[in-house]
């Protein structure tokens, strides 16, 4: 398990070489990171204005681990959902992980095979989002406007910061089933499969937000 | 060059990583049955840094590339810090205003609409409340 | 360097346009993109000089033109702002600068995504659309100043707070949408995708200056998005995030419990590094002007590359110095004052280099040249006043007054602008292959030069004697209210400068066209240019750049008056030993 190549003595000389600057590094890789940091501060913004309304508001703020609980075996279970969708979420980042692998081994059916798998997982997300949002307004009465349980933001910003996330989830699902196909039909048969990895760089972002809003969102 | 033959590595590691982040969820998820303090947040947020780091270093393959990458990516956000250190300041200041000049209900008060029981003697503030959980 | 890396670029696949839709409506090189860009902010840019016009017509005559309503002119100044800064300014300045100079500047075929470069401008040309589009929707544009701060930008009687509010903050979204898809090309351009011995530190200082502007706009939109997101939920469903417990007009709203605050601090997140955004292209853009037209090197090079990078850190912490009088948190003050105070370090220490790089050197007026000389004066003049403004003591008794007007309008607004003019008669040549007009050139520089010191200069006095920003009246029962009536008269002498001002860059639209025409032909290399977009095979340069090599680099862009030169400057692409008997590094 090597570290970083290069060591320290390389920033210098990488930042002061010619072509390029991050070395052996392909364009679209080096583009998927940039956005991928411009992407983060979307993600910090939004959770920065949830802490913000969280912190002022003078009205109570209602538990989100009995808000999210679902009843299991006859026991109110808080976060149940929550905790499987951070499952499925995970379980779908071993899958592409293991997909970028395939990819560099040039196996790709292999490779083809888990990023379905990775797509069907994130479409079950998406599913049980879907559920628990339902089940949010449908049963519990939270709406984006209003909210019996106390201050109004507690629903603004749930369905706000999570329905941002699963539009990215939705995205990455629709990405990584072009990205199969495009493979499927040969398209990246002359290459190092890198694009698997810059596929996998967007779907490891996603689980990385979910990280963060598991922790501020439910957690807090 | 190494770096263009591609990031390679044992997939040994991988499933290690995987199992670890099963873990640490497992834990973060168990805070949730702690009480409310200073350890809580400490141990959320650990576990949180933990599986980040490890989504960003090794699924990411972060920790393999060269440092000019590495750094630029990691130092940026710092930026990020400085405006979440203020909002915090600047909230608190907020919700002290609220307080003081708007006569708002300080909160949390002697009865909190916590979670997992209200203390002794405590009626549920209207509307608040655990769900209705049926017998 | 062990082993020679080859440039990707070198056999990049382009593809190479067959009718006229593709070539010049959905074409993917990176010049035509960059002149469709230019257009199109130009034309915007123009939409706003005329409401310009209207906002200062009844400043200047109050009540002399009865069609002018208040709700028309809180509209115009809404208007103005946002378009200016965003619209005009940063898409000229990095979407039609930025692709045009970068890949020639760097010994690239095009950008490393030619296909999202051009879809990048088609999504600009659609939030030029939607933005036009608040014209036709019920109730007209928003008229709630180009801050566009809650909760008055959502509340009924602020014009426009229906619908063209909403059209406002989804253009903004989907511009951003467009920086991004632009920025990320830039970026990755610039450290993936330069030509052989085309270091960072041999950079043209355009080059670094747009470099760093798209960093900080990739970095700082987010902030801006995500507040226009949230306004247009608290504006479209009710939500709460901006709008506290608010009574308007005697009703009682159903917001309660969100923090206005929350919006200003978002949008200077944004808005504080879109000052930088705007500014450093030009920094850049400026350095090169200078250097070349005064036929010497650019005063202590890696100092400016440097206080370029330093300018960018700093600009993400000081952005609560627009917000002192906003009740913002009291500590606030102090910590922003300083790291305010702090920024004004690397900004001086280019406009000494600046200064010094004149400094004995073989000047040639030439338009461009004239208007370097102008941004590096309004400058030093719009940024001195920040310093005053950087200062919570200072500020608040300017706050929101013309003052401020003029401190901004001089430093961000004009300044700028210079640039941008002086860029369009330097290039010109390159994108065309024919010169602009002198004649008419000089008499736009001086009309434009001298006439912002008519408009922008008496409203610093404006400002002291205490005329509001932003107010459809500054009277009351035809008498000045707060301030002595000389104020009026200013008023009237800077509204007249103003048209005539404005008249004049219409010349400069009819320069530009029949330029193209009939201009006299400018050969490869009229200004004796050093960086390598003025080394392409053909001028104008075909699509691809370069033959069927890209050049190398041996030498920084500034090697001007090199002693023992047989010219007086030696392009980047020269070898060393071929370097007319001069040895330079």
Redesign the interface.
């Known amino acids: 398990?090597?570290?970083?190549?290069?060591?320290?003595a390389?920033?210098i000389q990488?930042?002061s070489s010619d072509i390029t600057?991050?070395?052996?590094?392909p364009w679209g890789k080096a583009m998927m990171?940039i956005f991928l940091?411009s992407d983060?501060?979307i993600f910090?913004?939004f959770l920065?204005g949830y802490?913000?309304v969280r912190?002022?508001?003078?009205?109570?703020w209602?538990?989100p681990?009995?808000?999210f609980?679902l009843?299991a075996f006859?026991y109110?279970v808080?976060?149940l959902l929550i905790?499987i969708m951070?499952?499925i979420l995970?379980t779908s980042?071993?899958t592409?992980?293991?997909a970028?692998?395939m990819?560099?081994?040039k196996r790709k059916k292999e490779a083809i095979i888990l990023i379905l798998v990775t797509a069907a997982f994130g479409a079950s997300f998406v599913g049980m989002q879907v559920f628990e949002w339902s089940k949010l307004i449908l049963e519990?009465g939270i709406r984006p406007w209003e909210n019996?349980?106390?201050a109004p933001q507690f629903g603004a910003v749930f369905f706000m910061v999570t329905g941002f996330h699963g539009l990215h989830v939705s995205a990455g699902v629709v990405y990584l089933l072009f990205i199969a196909w495009l493979i499927h039909k040969g398209r990246y048969d002359n290459t190092?499969?890198?694009i698997i990895?810059i596929l996998?760089?967007y779907w490891?972002?996603v689980?990385?937000v979910w990280?963060?809003i598991?922790?501020f969102f439910?957690?807090? | 060059?190494?770096?263009?033959?591609?990031?390679?590595?044992p997939?040994k590691?991988?499933?290690l990583?995987?199992v670890l982040?099963?873990v640490f969820?497992g834990f973060?998820?168990a805070?949730?049955?702690m009480d409310a303090g200073y350890l809580r947040w400490f141990l959320?947020?650990l576990?949180?840094m933990l599986?980040?780091g490890f989504?960003?270093a090794?699924?990411?393959?972060l920790?393999?590339?060269?440092?000019?990458?590495?750094?630029?990516?990691l130092l940026?956000?710092l930026?990020?810090l400085?405006?979440?250190g203020?909002?915090?300041?600047?909230?608190?200041?907020?919700?002290l205003?609220?307080?003081v000049f708007?006569g708002?209900?300080?909160?949390?008060d002697p009865c909190?609409?916590?979670?997992?029981g209200l203390p002794e003697g405590c009626e549920p503030?209207p509307?608040?409340?655990?769900?209705a959980?049926?017998? | 360097m062990a082993q020679a890396e080859i440039p990707y670029q070198e056999d990049m696949a382009l593809h190479h346009p067959h009718s006229w839709v593709t070539k010049y409506w959905f074409s993917q090189d990176h010049k035509v993109i960059a002149v469709q860009y230019g257009i199109t902010a130009m034309s915007v840019g123009l939409v706003a000089l005329v409401l310009s016009w209207i906002m200062r017509m009844q400043i200047g005559f109050p009540g002399a033109f009865d069609w002018i309503t208040p709700e028309l002119y809180y509209q115009s100044i809404t208007m103005h702002g946002m378009i200016m800064v965003i619209y005009l300014l940063t898409a000229f300045l990095l979407g039609s600068f930025g692709n045009y100079l970068v890949p020639l500047m760097l010994g690239a075929r095009d950008m490393v995504f030619p296909f999202v470069n051009m879809i990048s401008y088609h999504v600009y040309f659609l939030s030029v659309i939607i933005l036009m589009a608040s014209y036709v929707v019920p109730g007209g544009p928003t008229g709630a100043g180009w801050t566009l701060y809650p909760p008055q930008a959502i509340l009924t009687g602020t014009p426009g707070a229906d619908w063209g509010i909403l059209t406002m903050l989804l253009s903004l979204a989907v511009f951003i949408v467009a920086f991004t898809m632009g920025g990320l090309n830039y970026i990755t351009t610039i450290l993936q995708a330069r030509t052989r011995g085309m270091t960072l530190m041999r950079m043209p200082l355009s080059i670094w200056g747009i470099l760093m502007a798209t960093?900080l706009g990739l970095?700082a939109f987010p902030?801006l998005f995500v507040s226009a997101v949230m306004m247009i939920l608290d504006q479209l469903i009710g939500t709460s995030f901006f709008m506290p417990s608010v009574v308007s007009l005697g009703q009682h709203l159903d917001y309660s419990g969100g923090?206005p605050?929350?919006f200003q601090?978002l949008f200077w997140?944004f808005g504080h590094p879109e000052v930088y955004i705007v500014a450093l292209p030009a920094f850049g853009v400026v350095s090169d002007l200078l250097s070349v037209h005064s036929r010497k090197n650019i005063f202590g090079y890696r100092m400016m590359v440097w206080a370029i990078v330093a300018i960018g850190v700093l600009s993400?912490?000081v952005w609560?110095h627009h917000m002192y009088v906003s009740?913002?948190?009291?500590?606030?003050g102090f910590f922003f004052a300083t790291t305010t105070l702090v920024i004004a370090v690397p900004t001086a220490i280019k406009v000494y280099n600046w200064t010094i790089t004149l400094w004995r050197a073989n000047i040639r007026l030439t338009v461009p040249m004239l208007f370097a000389i102008a941004f590096v004066i309004t400058f030093v003049v719009g940024g001195l006043t920040g310093l005053f403004l950087g200062n919570v003591i200072v500020d608040v008794p300017l706050s929101d007054t013309y003052f401020v007007v003029a401190h901004f309008h001089m430093v961000m607004g004009v300044a700028p602008i210079l640039v941008i003019f002086g860029a369009i008669y330097h290039w010109y040549p390159k994108i065309t292959g024919r010169m602009l007009n002198d004649t008419l050139g000089q008499w736009h520089f001086w009309v434009t030069f001298i006439g912002t010191y008519v408009i922008y200069y008496p409203m610093h006095y404006l400002g002291f004697v205490g005329v509001p920003r932003r107010y459809y009246e500054n009277e009351i029962g035809g008498a000045s209210a707060f301030y002595p009536e000389s104020a009026a008269l200013l008023n009237e002498t800077i509204t007249i400068a103003a048209l005539i001002v404005g008249a004049f860059q219409f010349m400069f639209v009819y320069n530009l066209v029949v330029s193209y025409f009939r201009g006299k032909p400018a050969g490869d290399n009229p200004w004796g240019a050093t960086s390598l977009e003025w080394r392409t095979p053909q001028t104008p340069p075909i699509h691809g750049n370069w033959g069927d090599k890209l050049p190398t680099v041996h030498r920084w862009a500034y090697d001007f008056s090199v002693p023992g030169a047989k010219e007086d400057f030696i392009p980047q692409d020269v070898p060393h030993d071929d370097d007319h008997g001069a040895n330079r590094t």
């Open positions: 398990m090597a570290g970083a190549t290069g060591g320290h390389a920033i990488d930042w600057v991050f070395k052996g590094v990171w940091l983060t501060f910090t913004c920065t802490m913000t912190m002022t508001t003078a009205q109570p209602p538990s681990s009995d808000v609980a009843e006859g109110p808080p976060l905790a951070t499952m995970i980042s071993g592409m992980a293991m970028v692998n990819g560099y081994q519990e019996s349980m106390g190092n499969f890198e990895e996998g760089l490891h972002f689980d990385l990280v963060f598991f922790a439910y957690l807090w | 060059m190494a770096a263009e033959e591609g990031q390679q590595h997939i590691l991988y499933i990583i995987w982040l099963f969820s973060s998820y805070t949730d049955f959320i947020l576990f949180m599986k980040a989504i960003v090794i699924f990411m393959h920790m393999w590339e060269r440092y000019a990458l590495i750094y630029a990516l940026p956000p930026a990020l400085v405006l979440v203020a909002m915090a300041m600047e909230s608190d200041y907020t919700w205003t609220r307080i708007f708002a209900e300080p909160y949390p909190p609409p916590v979670t997992h503030p509307g608040l409340g655990p769900p959980v049926s017998h | 960093v970095l902030a923090s605050l929350l601090h997140f993400f912490v609560a009740g913002m948190h009291p500590y606030f």
